[in-house]
């Protein structure tokens, strides 16, 4: 490695990069430019036939990339319920990165698979689980879902005496799946990637907050799976998880508690009410990087029956050291081969502790608050109860929505996405981000109702 090509400098110049986009990234426009968008077209090369410095492919990443980048790690980005990532969190990410660690095996990479643990056993306590569930670390809360949903898949299958990991769905006895009229599409994809079909569950009719009205679920008869729901996409409404408990456990019904974001209401004493009893299902699954603030894959399912999820994820071959005293992260994860992404969140948690947890979920609902609020104040609608970290505001009619939406996006001082909510059009505030302070709140409300009102 010559000297201009060597580590040392290539790591530092990306780190003195990355630190500079981020701070740009508080003040500059939340969408990058129509320019600079258009300049991305540049990386767009037949495979080069030969060799690139290092320092100059990271110097076209860079000039390209970052202007091009959406500032969604910034505090004004208010499109998906998808956080940001703390300082901490990064750090942390990049060092794991250069330990590149294979998290497959503690007998291996037992420092990775200890923090692991660690980060597995605080959420357990923080979100008030069973110490003894299986946890898998995974990509997003669409594989925790999944991962959730097939130990479900196994264990109920298991009650009635068919092995669905050795023989399979072909002949296998019918199985029901219950879930409500809004649950988030992640979890059909999950069910048709279980080879359930999309299609197939019994949908159960949900109120005005896209709540399940637990008054109207079936009669459990036979292997059933029900999947609820913690924070809705749009509402951000909880489902009366212990009630569908109390209604569908005793006939043996398995219940899965879908909380990508909204699980994290346990980290409040002020909020955790919204999660009362959601403790009684059987699995639950979140995400690490939408309100833990952690870099992206980064998702979560906990199983209170951990051998079910060992049934449905793990694997052996004669070259791997599995057979072990310790947790091995590869008995409940569908990867074999994977980051140690468990590092992440132990960084934050460590960090925040019980109290800073708290704080950042609370501060992201209080500033939910003051969106509705200001919008409200300036005379416009608001359609969901605001219970969480989501506001849905309507500026008028379809036409005016989009927009004002479209307005703002060009606008850059903050970024909103578009929705409907049961049949009307509106726009969707998701504030997760643990940098988001009052002021960007009032900096967005001042940019949103100048354009509302340009407008209608
Ligand atoms: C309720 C719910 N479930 C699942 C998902 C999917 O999460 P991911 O994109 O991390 O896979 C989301 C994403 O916003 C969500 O809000």
């Given at each position: 490695m010559s000297k201009d090509n060597s580590q040392r400098s290539l790591l530092e110049d990306a780190a003195r990069r990355s630190i500079l986009y981020r701070e740009q990234s508080v003040d500059r426009s939340v969408a990058p430019s129509a320019d600079a968008v258009a300049r991305v077209?540049?990386?767009?090369?037949?495979?080069?036939?030969t060799r690139t410095p290092d320092r100059e492919v990271l110097e076209l990443l860079d000039r390209v990339g970052s202007p091009a980048a959406?500032?969604?790690?910034?505090?004004?980005?208010?499109?998906?319920?998808i956080g940001g990532s703390m300082p901490v969190a990064v750090a942390s990410n990049w060092l794991a990165t250069a330990w590149d660690?294979?998290?497959?095996m503690h007998e291996v990479t037992a420092a990775t698979a200890t923090l692991e643990r660690v980060a597995m056993n605080w959420m357990l306590d923080l979100f008030g689980l069973p110490a003894d569930s299986g946890v898998a670390f995974v990509t997003g809360a669409t594989v925790a879902n999944f991962t959730a949903i097939a130990a479900a898949r196994s264990r109920v299958y298991a009650d009635v005496g068919w092995d669905v990991e050795a023989?399979?769905?072909?002949?296998?006895p019918p199985l029901t799946i219950i879930l409500g009229e809004?649950?988030?599409p992640t979890v059909f994809k999950s069910l048709g990637m279980l080879g359930f079909?999309?299609?197939t569950a019994i949908r159960v009719p949900v109120d005005?907050?896209?709540?399940?009205?637990?008054?109207?679920?079936p009669r459990i008869e036979g292997p059933t799976i029900v999947c609820t729901q913690a924070?809705?996409?749009?509402?951000g409404a909880f489902d009366p998880v212990a009630d569908i408990c109390d209604a569908v456990k005793p006939a043996g019904a398995w219940v899965h508690v879908d909380?990508?974001?909204?699980?994290?209401?346990?980290?409040?004493p002020r909020l955790e009410h919204l999660c009362a009893?959601?403790?009684?299902?059987?699995s639950w699954a979140t995400d690490?990087?939408?309100?833990?603030?952690?870099?992206?894959?980064s998702g979560v399912a906990f199983v209170r029956d951990a051998l079910s999820l060992k049934a449905a994820m793990s694997v052996t071959a004669a070259?791997?050291?599995?057979?072990?005293d310790f947790r091995n992260?590869?008995?409940?994860?569908?990867?074999?081969?994977?980051?140690?992404?468990g590092v992440d969140v132990w960084a934050v948690l460590k960090s925040l502790g019980r109290e800073g947890a708290a704080e950042m979920v609370e501060r992201c609902c209080q500033n939910a608050k003051r969106f509705a609020d200001g919008l409200q104040a300036a005379g416009?609608?608001?359609?969901?109860?605001?219970?969480?970290?989501q506001v849905l505001v309507s500026f008028g009619d379809d036409a005016a929505n989009r927009k004002i939406i479209a307005d703002i996006q060009k606008d850059g001082t903050c970024w909103c996405g578009s929705t409907v909510w049961q049949g009307r059009s509106a726009m969707r505030i998701s504030v997760c981000n643990w940098s988001t302070t009052e002021a960007d709140v009032d900096m967005s409300l001042d940019a949103i109702l100048a354009i509302a009102a340009r407008t209608v």
């Open positions: 077209e540049e990386l767009i090369e037949p495979m080069p036939a959406m500032a969604m790690t910034g505090p004004r980005f208010f499109g998906f319920v660690q294979n998290s497959v023989n399979g769905l072909i002949g296998a809004e649950t988030h079909g999309r299609e005005r907050q896209g709540r399940m009205d637990a008054t109207q679920l924070g809705n996409i749009n509402t909380g990508a974001f909204g699980l994290w209401a346990t980290a409040s009893g959601f403790q009684a299902a059987d690490a990087h939408k309100w833990l603030n952690v870099p992206y894959d070259y791997l050291m599995t057979e072990s992260p590869s008995d409940y994860t569908p990867e074999l081969s994977r980051r140690a992404r416009f609608e608001v359609l969901n109860d605001v219970v969480l970290n």
